[in-house]
């Protein structure tokens, strides 16, 4: 498996998370805000987003030397692949809450409902909440676009994932009518963190001057030894769980922020 | 004007504190650390290859461990 495909995955699941995240947010605000603040709110929010990947991604692959690149995007995806890989082996290990899109979704739609009824009119608080809601999660994955897009000088193809994983997780919340608590977030989650993680180290060490055998093919080897390492931590860290007693914790976020 | 400048630039700091750091500064620390020794071993070829992947393993399982729930101790929603 080539490196721009791996690179693909990752972005692709990383979005399909966030993407699941944010639906959710906007879904709430659109069934008690009005649907034409909701969707203005995350189409504001997506321009928004857009136009950081453009005016942050292309200058960088032009004007910054490519092993300078590497090491600084490099050392963003490791601390982002690190956290998300931290948070994934305490969830399935039941030492952390599961993400509860459901709990989510009632929660934000009784907080917003609480401002009172809407006409037709633009609503500005459904408008703020769907443009928070898809700018904070999003925010993330331009980040993950641009480094990993701009390490690999293939940004369009890591755009065109996320945006590919956009409209697949936006079709199938509009068909299921819902806002998809069935997606295994967390196995996504650890799967895209064992990416992220590999990629990073991979880059450090290649801006840094360091030859890994192999070259690209170090990085499925990373993958493999990273996946080793979680599925460990996990088992590790069950034998310590007062939750796998108790059946397990499922506690909804309730901070409304984007979760590394 | 100037009130809203300030407030931007502080939400962007916000943001990357929490993004970089947050709650597991053991992981911005190991960040670092794998950076310099990133440098510090490159023409080591055996070392480098070990060292920057064990390096991160140490890391992720130590700040894990850190994060387990401990009988006794309140269970944090989203440390």
Redesign the interface.
């Known amino acids: 498996m080539s490196a721009t495909v791996i690179l693909m995955l990752a972005v692709f699941g990383a979005c399909c998370v966030e993407a699941v995240e944010a639906l959710t947010i906007v879904l709430a605000a659109g069934t008690t805000r009005g649907w034409r603040s909701a969707l203005e709110g995350s189409a504001a929010a997506l321009v928004v987003l857009g136009v950081l990947v453009g005016a942050v991604g292309v200058p960088l692959i032009h004007y910054v030397p490519i092993d300078a690149l590497r090491?600084l995007v490099g050392?963003?995806l490791?601390?982002?692949g690190?956290?998300w890989?931290?948070k994934a082996?305490?969830r399935a290990?039941g030492?952390?809450?599961k993400h509860d899109e459901d709990a989510i979704y009632k929660e934000t739609a009784a907080s917003l409902a609480a401002h009172g009824s809407t006409g037709r009119r633009r609503d500005a608080a459904g408008f703020a909440v769907a443009f928070k809601g898809v700018f904070l999660e999003g925010?993330e994955v331009v980040?993950i676009v641009i480094s990993l897009g701009a390490s690999q000088h293939k940004l369009g193809d890591a755009a065109a994932a996320a945006g590919a994983a956009v409209v697949l997780v936006v079709t199938v919340g509009a068909l299921v009518a819902r806002q998809l608590s069935e997606v295994p977030e967390n196995t996504i989650k650890t799967l895209v963190g064992i990416m992220l993680?590999s990629f990073g180290?991979f880059w450090?060490?290649e801006?840094?001057?360091?030859?890994?055998?192999g070259s690209d093919l170090?990085i499925p080897v990373?993958i493999g030894?990273?996946a080793l390492?979680?599925a460990g931590?996990v088992a590790?860290?069950k034998t310590?769980?007062?939750?796998v007693a108790a059946g397990g914790?499922h506690?909804?976020?309730?901070?409304g922020?984007a979760?590394? | 004007m100037t009130a809203a400048v300030v407030r931007g630039i502080r939400a962007f700091g916000h943001?990357w504190w929490?993004?970089?750091v947050?709650d597991?500064p053991e992981?911005?620390l190991?960040?670092v650390v794998?950076?310099g020794l990133?440098?510090a071993?490159?023409?080591d070829?055996t070392a480098?290859?070990v060292v920057?992947?064990l390096l991160?393993?140490v890391?992720?399982?130590g700040?894990?461990?850190r994060?387990?729930?401990?009988?006794g101790t309140r269970?944090?929603?989203?440390?």
């Open positions: 090491v050392a963003l490791l601390v982002l690190l956290s890989l931290r082996i305490l290990s030492h952390k809450a925010m980040l993680t180290l450090v060490g801006g840094a001057g360091v030859h890994w055998p170090a990373l030894v990273f390492v979680t931590a590790l860290l310590q769980s007062p939750a914790l506690v909804p976020r309730t901070d922020q979760a590394p | 943001f929490d993004f970089l947050g597991t992981l911005f190991a960040m794998l950076v990133a440098f071993l490159r023409t070829r480098d290859i920057l992947p991160a393993i890391a992720l399982v700040s894990a461990w994060g387990r729930v401990r009988p269970h944090d929603a989203d440390r």
